[in-house]
Structure formats: C-alpha cells, structure tokens
C-alpha cells in the first residue's frame, strides 16, 4: 500500500504540472476517489464489520460506485468546468480526504 501512496501523491503533481505545460488549449484534472469496491480492494467489502465500518466514516454513509467517478470525470470534461485546470476533485462521499 506504500507504493500506491506515493503514486497517487505524485498524481497530484503531476496534474499540476501539465496543467501548467498544456494550457490554455488543454485542461488537465484529477478525481481522487473515496472508497469504491472494485476487484483491487475486494477483500475489504467481503468483510461486513469493515464495510460497514468504512460506510460510518463517510458523511453519506455508504460506499462510492463507479458511476460517481464517471458522473465527476463527465463534469470535468463539459464545458460546464472550462474554468477549472490543474484541481484535483475529492469524490469521497464526504470522507476526511488525506490529500
């Protein structure tokens, strides 16, 4: 789990910048998601006391879908969000993000 930190704090990083190198012709976003169950984390919703345990530290009180992501990804890249370049998006359900 170490290594998948520093990647994603690189993300970070990088998104900055790019954003910087490829405007104004291109936006460049991240979305830093809360929890979604997908095969790489699995093993935790299997585990009904960890479920529900993630479920109360978020402000929503359940787990996000992959339709979330998509739903921030396509706002990112409408033209509802061409004042916004070089931001990372929280799509966590309200929890405490550690960005």
Do not use: C, Q, W
Request: hydrophobic share 45%; proline share 4%.
């Amino acid at each position: 789990m170490a290594m998948y930190g520093v990647t994603k704090t690189a993300l970070l990083g990088l998104t900055k910048a790019l954003a910087a190198e490829m405007a104004p012709k291109t936006r460049i976003n991240t979305v830093a998601p809360g929890f979604v169950p997908t095969h790489f984390a699995d093993f935790l919703v299997r585990n009904e006391d960890i479920k529900n345990s993630i479920e109360e530290r978020t402000l929503l009180g359940r787990l996000g879908k992959t339709t979330d992501m998509a739903s921030a990804v396509a706002f990112l890249a409408s033209s509802d969000a061409s004042y916004i370049t070089g931001e990372t998006l929280v799509v966590a359900g309200g929890m405490p993000s550690r960005l």
